[in-house]
């Protein structure tokens, strides 16, 4: 059994996010990762296949990408490249992908749909799912953004709806809000395919 007191105390640093804009209760949130993997365990045996069959790609393979994806990370901030700006923007680029176009798609739709309406997962899907992080994802998915003028963040161009005939509006993350963003993202995926795996 994995022993998720690593993530969880990472989640912690968020607290006031995870309060205020997950809605997630104040008893779950030091404990955030442990959590969502006790609710996807005890899921009945249909919504965990489910869940694992929702894209032809095994849970073993999305877990191996999620690692290999926190070992480059890891190995150019500890060799020192993040002062490159060819490795930095490498790395900008890897992680928005995997975070908001990949990670999506591999488990928080279908974690939407099929946890219980009040867990801290279903909370968790749900809001990086729904806007801005969605608005986020569209704008990589189709290449509409670039980088602040001061690197601090992000520029974007999505829609606020999904009504195709809505205007293309301009939006900014700044890296404080994108660090959340991606966090939540690797917690929730981590914690989830680790845990169907193990089953």
């Not at 602040?148 to 161009?157: M, R, V």
Request: hydrophobic share 40%.
């Amino acid at each position: 059994m994995t022993s998720w007191r690593i993530v969880d105390s990472q989640m912690e640093f968020y607290r006031c996010q995870l309060l205020s804009r997950v809605k997630i209760q104040e008893e779950i949130v030091s404990r955030l990762a442990t959590i969502i993997s006790t609710e996807v365990k005890n899921l009945s045996t249909e919504h965990k296949k489910e869940i694992a069959n929702a894209t032809p790609v095994p849970i073993d393979d999305r877990l191996m990408e999620l690692t290999a994806f926190q070992g480059w990370m890891e190995k150019a901030r500890a060799a020192h490249l993040k002062e490159s700006p060819y490795v930095t923007r490498a790395m900008v680029i890897t992680q928005i992908y995997v975070c908001f176009v990949y990670l999506p798609e591999a488990c928080f739709l279908t974690l939407r749909k099929n946890m219980p309406k009040d867990s801290a997962t279903r909370k968790c899907a749900k809001y990086l799912t729904d806007n801005p992080v969605r608005s986020f994802r569209n704008a990589v998915a189709h290449s509409n953004w670039t980088y602040a003028a001061d690197f601090k963040g992000l520029i974007y161009w999505a829609r606020k709806g999904s009504d195709i005939n809505e205007p293309i509006e301009r939006f900014t993350v700044d890296a404080g809000e994108l660090d959340f963003w991606q966090a939540l993202c690797r917690c929730v995926a981590y914690a989830v395919f680790s845990s169907l795996q193990e089953d």
